[in-house]
């Protein structure tokens, strides 16, 4: 199979709430890895391809949210009892949220790094 990934992604936990534009409804989630132009979410609300969600993430670490408004690009699921895993798109974040964003993200991979 051939990547098609641009950029890599890192591993994380991070709590997140998914304001889903379509029904008005809110779901919880989970992030489970970020890259530079999105993220993977674990949540138990089934997404169609091209849905409109806003993201707030809670980084570890920092008090205040960063949120990202999004696109779903994928969805697999339900895995395991009733979760879906979630590709989606940041379409558009806050320069300021974006930089912390890729703060976390590099003190993940320095920490990574620290391990090997």
Same mark, same amino acid.
């Given at each position: 199979?051939?990547?098609?990934?641009?950029?890599?992604?890192?591993?994380?936990?991070?709590?997140?709430?998914?304001? @889903?534009? %379509? $029904? !008005?409804?809110?779901?919880?989630?989970?992030?489970? +890895? *970020?890259?530079?132009?999105?993220?993977? @979410?674990? %949540? $138990? !609300?089934?997404?169609?391809?091209?849905?409109?969600? +806003? *993201?707030?993430?809670?980084?570890?670490?920092?008090?205040?949210?960063?949120?990202?408004?999004?696109?779903?690009?994928?969805?697999?699921?339900?895995?395991?009892?009733?979760?879906?895993?979630?590709?989606?798109?940041?379409?558009?974040?806050?320069?300021?949220?974006?930089?912390?964003?890729?703060?976390?993200?590099?003190?993940?991979?320095?920490?990574?790094?620290?391990?090997?």
């Amino acid at each position: 199979m051939t990547e098609r990934r641009r950029f890599l992604r890192f591993e994380t936990a991070m709590n997140a709430l998914c304001d @889903i534009m %379509s $029904d !008005k409804s809110k779901a919880s989630c989970k992030v489970k +890895n *970020l890259s530079k132009e999105g993220a993977l @979410i674990i %949540s $138990d !609300k089934k997404l169609k391809e091209g849905a409109e969600i +806003n *993201l707030t993430m809670d980084v570890p670490g920092d008090n205040v949210p960063i949120f990202a408004s999004c696109e779903v690009a994928w969805q697999k699921g339900p895995v395991g009892t009733s979760t879906y895993e979630t590709g989606v798109r940041f379409k558009s974040i806050d320069s300021s949220d974006k930089g912390r964003l890729l703060e976390y993200i590099y003190m993940q991979w320095l920490k990574l790094l620290d391990k090997k």
